[in-house]
């Protein structure tokens, strides 16, 4: 229980994917204009980062590890990641149709968040068991969560904010979230 409290503190905070490795950056910049669509869109990662992680983990421990094909893991890993995307895609389009108008194209762009990937083979990296990688998963996309959420409410105060005009628009969000990596690696020292 204590190894799977570290891996998910680790996860969530020290090694924010967003923050201190810099995966996916295109929806944490994208989709962080407003606090509701950050918080579907974190939603959405939640669900694809978890379920990805189990299922990679699944066909990795049962089918690529066995078989000897484990060079095989990133194009398998790509292929059940767009799937499941798809699935997020087809759900949210059926049952939460103005979720999905807003996330608009950042929805498909789940499918190639290097976050996505990149969990899944630290998982296997790693070698976590199901439920490690698992729980490194959910952590994983619950910091990216926290980190957009944050990141969409100080964009929505500084649109009140007297900005220059050569930071207007994206430079002014580029130093903010530099501002917000830093103030992450406070938590470096938290284990």
Do not use: H, W
């Not at 509701?36 to 089918?63: D, E, Q």
């Not at 108008?101 to 290097?114: D, H, K, Q, R, S």
């Amino acid at each position: 229980m204590k190894n799977l409290l570290l891996i998910a503190l680790g996860s969530a905070l020290i090694n924010n994917v967003v923050l201190s490795q810099f995966l996916g950056l295109c929806p944490f910049l994208g989709v962080s204009k407003k606090i509701k669509t950050a918080l579907g869109m974190g939603t959405a990662v939640i669900f694809v980062i978890t379920l990805s992680s189990i299922v990679t983990g699944l066909i990795y421990k049962f089918i690529l590890d066995p078989f000897g094909i484990e060079y095989l893991k990133t194009i398998v890993f790509i292929l059940v990641i767009a799937a499941l995307v798809q699935f997020v895609e087809m759900f949210l389009k059926r049952f939460i149709p103005p979720l999905y108008e807003a996330l608009g194209v950042y929805l498909p762009l789940i499918t190639t968040n290097c976050a996505v990937l990149g969990i899944a083979l630290t998982n296997v990296q790693k070698s976590y068991s199901l439920l490690e990688g698992t729980v490194n998963g959910f952590a994983t996309s619950v910091g990216f969560t926290i980190s957009i959420v944050i990141l969409a409410g100080i964009r929505e105060k500084m649109q009140y904010n007297d900005v220059p005009k050569p930071f207007q628009g994206m430079p002014i969000v580029l130093v903010t979230a530099g501002l917000m990596a830093i103030a992450f690696c406070g938590f470096s020292g938290l284990l």
